[in-house]
């Protein structure tokens, strides 16, 4: 009995060694969108400089949620939105500043790495970068249905049965400014901003007989699309280009009252532990050939400077029929949201929802 | 040799007790702590009861929390009235290779996940799938039938899913039941439905009640089933929980939504067995 209880201990002794031997400084671990660290990109990345990437997809929500359980652990490099770091830093402190002397500048295009920083600043420190940027707007079938043009139009009885977007808040931001409000400029304002997401919340409440379901996930989407069994959704742009690809007539549109812009940055966890590698990626991936593959991976493109050489002629196309020049300088950008807003827009959604 | 025994007795305690421990006593007490904070500020929180009054004024929550419930006793429901006969043909009619056949065939669909099955329904049901195509192809419906997105659907998954906990404990109480009890029973000149009220049904009922519990804890807990083939309006209360915890960031009001659902449903099944005559452990003994 003795000689077993020692052989068990042993056992035990062992494993625990052996899983710390495992987790040396050179795994990367890295939380971000799918498409964001294609396989070619990994192993090129690994053969170069020797550290091994573990890949775990996810979204804004739940990487915030994974590195707040955690305090800011489990991961040693992660992309939520530019406009999610400056709220969740101050409320859950998840993040850790980055060295910007670790990072070559020259590869950033610079208007876009000073307007993240910018974002991304509580105190006196910056806590992001940019990596891959892009824009939601509306999916449309334009053989049947055309007219849908703005957010708002997706209410249209034309449309009535055919439409479906997101339970989420780019639906209530993009709404909104079609309906002519500014949640943006409300942000710092808790009263101003409820107001603009009650009168939202009647409108959305209004259009919700027409709406054949809220999709949930990407995949979902692109079924109801494919299917024609829906003809204009909110989406994001890869999501509409993709779709081209396959069916000519859908495509994105930049809605009249402006696509919202989001930018996907670069974020080191309060306890991440192999800020080397994280650094070695971020230089890695921004070389404009990486970020080129990354673009054809993810369908959006890069704040890498120089990297548009590289992109397919097809996307490039589809870029420009969706956004003429006007609509770039429309697009609206995600301000940093303010904490305590999601109680708010929470609210409205579950109302939404539960409507009949 | 008593010490021993002991030591083997603690070896063999021990997985289940860290098991209890760590996975669900320290948890729940962690979740509980949670669930009393309310936040006051930027990082700042404060002990209240103000997550728990949150759901009792906002008739929202309730209403959720009731529809879920509601619908989660009529899935169980569902699920006993067709699981029964199938487990009484398993148990009692069918016999040999037969019985193991049809046993597996309940089995078949629990080899892939939820999630693939749950894909599978709505290929099934969707406006441009395969039960509406042969409907229109048969001459039966002139356009395309929408079956997906609505509450009907909802139930579909979740009979679907849980009919194998209802099925496998019917069989094994079934099973115990000797042919000649039934065989006296139409001999005393009963009829068959007096037959299944007064013998088969009585002696299924440890079944049916540990059956209803586990489908009934199922279907309330389900997340993916109703929020997949669910429509516009098919809120469901883990959903809520979910939402609370990833979509806003509000853990505190989650965590007492999780509370909630786990004291609420505990009342449910307690008092459906008061009213019911039943109690656990007759259904265990």
């Known amino acids: 009995m003795k000689n077993q209880t020692f052989k068990l201990s042993m056992t035990v002794a062992v494993a625990a060694m052996l899983s710390a031997g495992a987790a040396s400084a050179d795994t990367l671990r890295l939380l971000t969108w799918g498409g964001y660290a294609p396989e070619d990109v990994v192993a090129k990345f690994e053969a170069e400089t020797g550290h091994t990437v573990e890949v775990t997809k996810s979204n804004n929500e739940e990487m915030i949620a994974k590195l707040r359980a955690t305090g800011g652990g489990g991961f040693d490099l992660a992309q939520p939105s530019q406009d999610r770091i400056a709220g969740p830093q101050a409320e859950f402190g998840i993040y850790k500043p980055i060295d910007l002397s670790k990072i070559d500048a020259s590869l950033f295009i610079p208007s876009m790495l000073e307007a993240t920083q910018g974002n991304t600043t509580v105190g006196s420190d910056v806590y992001g970068v940019p990596h891959v940027w892009g824009t939601s707007g509306l999916v449309v079938d334009t053989a049947k249905a055309s007219m849908v043009q703005d957010y708002t139009d997706l209410c249209a009885s034309d449309v009535a049965g055919k439409v479906s977007y997101r339970l989420k808040r780019p639906t209530l931001i993009g709404f909104a400014f079609s309906m002519g409000l500014d949640p943006f400029a409300a942000y710092g304002d808790e009263a101003a901003y409820a107001d603009i997401m009650s009168q939202v919340e009647a409108k959305l409440i209004e259009c919700k007989a027409g709406v054949k379901t809220y999709w949930g996930g990407g995949d979902e989407l692109m079924g109801l699309m494919r299917s024609g069994e829906v003809v204009a959704s909110m989406a994001w742009d890869t999501g509409g280009w993709k779709l081209n690809s396959d069916n000519a007539d859908i495509t994105f549109v930049a809605p009249a009252a402006g696509a919202l812009g989001w930018v996907d940055t670069f974020v080191l966890p309060a306890k991440g532990k192999a800020d080397d590698a994280a650094y070695a990626w971020i230089n890695f991936v921004m070389q404009p050939e990486v970020a080129a593959m990354i673009t054809a991976a993810a369908g959006n493109f890069t704040a890498s400077k120089g990297a548009d050489e590289f992109a397919s002629a097809d996307l490039k196309a589809r870029y420009q029929g969706s956004f003429p020049a006007e609509a770039i300088d429309n697009i609206k950008w995600y301000p940093p949201v303010p904490a305590g807003l999601e109680a708010i827009e929470g609210g409205v959604l579950d109302r939404v929802k539960a409507a009949k | ?285």
């Open chain 2, 1 to 285: 040799m008593h010490r021993e025994a002991k030591l083997g007795l603690i070896l063999l305690l021990t997985p289940f007790l860290l098991w209890l421990s760590l996975l669900i006593v320290i948890p729940h007490i962690d979740l509980l702590l949670v669930s009393l904070r309310e936040r006051v500020g930027v990082g700042q929180y404060e002990i209240s009861l103000g997550n728990y009054l949150t759901f009792f004024t906002e008739p929202l929550y309730i209403v959720t929390f009731l529809r879920t419930a509601v619908m989660s006793i009529f899935a169980t429901i569902l699920t006993l009235l067709i699981g029964f006969p199938v487990a009484y043909y398993i148990a009692k009619m069918a016999k040999g290779r037969t019985q193991s056949a049809l046993f597996l065939l309940c089995l078949v669909p629990f080899w892939v996940s939820e999630l693939v099955r749950t894909f599978g329904w709505m290929i099934l049901l969707r406006e441009t799938g395969i039960i509406s195509n042969l409907l229109q192809s048969v001459g039966l419906a002139q356009g395309p039938v929408e079956m997906l997105y609505n509450d009907a659907a909802i139930m579909v998954g979740l009979v679907y899913t849980s009919m194998l906990f209802m099925v496998v404990p019917l069989i094994t109480t079934l099973e115990s039941l000797s042919d000649e009890v039934v065989e006296a029973g139409y001999d005393l000149g009963g009829s068959g439905f007096s037959v299944l009220r007064e013998i088969i049904i009585p002696h299924a009922m440890p079944g049916i009640v540990s059956g209803s519990i586990v489908v009934f804890m199922l279907c309330l807990g389900n997340y993916l089933t109703p929020t997949m083939l669910g429509g516009k309006e098919s809120l469901w209360f883990t959903e809520l929980i979910y939402s609370q915890f990833i979509v806003r960031f509000n853990w505190e009001l989650g965590a007492a939504f999780g509370f909630l659902l786990l004291i609420l449903s505990s009342v449910i099944v307690w008092g459906m067995l008061r009213l019911t005559g039943q109690s656990l452990e007759k259904t265990m003994g």
